[in-house]
């Protein structure tokens, strides 16, 4: 079994920047892919960013690409997704996800509130 807990979210001003963090209680390593999605209120669950079980593949979602960035380090069974140049649209719940073909797990997600 795999506990996620994230961190780092919190209120900014358009313009700014978070890092989210994201941390397995057991041990993920390079088994499980990591991806991060988001629930903005109103709307369905949205896929932001993904890393591959090494960190040496990357994919983004069109409105993220160029301003967000997700890393990992497994060392550490970490996640982190950093954010720069927030946008009020970008306002949601964010979930960290892990995930292999015979798993799936999700944290509790953190608040990211981007004031205009």
């Known amino acids: 079994q795999v506990q996620l807990v994230e961190s780092g979210g919190g209120l900014v001003q358009a313009g700014g920047s978070l890092r989210l963090s994201c941390t397995a209680s057991?041990?993920?390593?390079?088994?499980?892919?990591m991806a991060w999605f988001r629930q903005a209120p109103g709307k369905e669950r949205e896929f932001v960013a993904w890393?591959?079980?090494?960190?040496?593949?990357?994919d983004y979602a069109d409105s993220v690409k160029g301003r967000f960035t997700i890393s990992r380090d497994n060392a550490k069974n970490s996640v982190y997704l950093q954010m720069n140049s927030l946008k009020p649209q970008d306002t949601a719940v964010y979930y960290c996800?892990?995930?292999?073909?015979?798993?799936?797990?999700w944290g509790q997600g953190t608040q990211v509130t981007v004031s205009s």
């Open positions: 890393v591959s079980g090494s960190g040496g593949s990357t």
């Open positions: 057991g041990r993920t390593g390079s088994n499980y892919a």
């Open positions: 996800n892990a995930h292999s073909p015979l798993r799936t797990y």
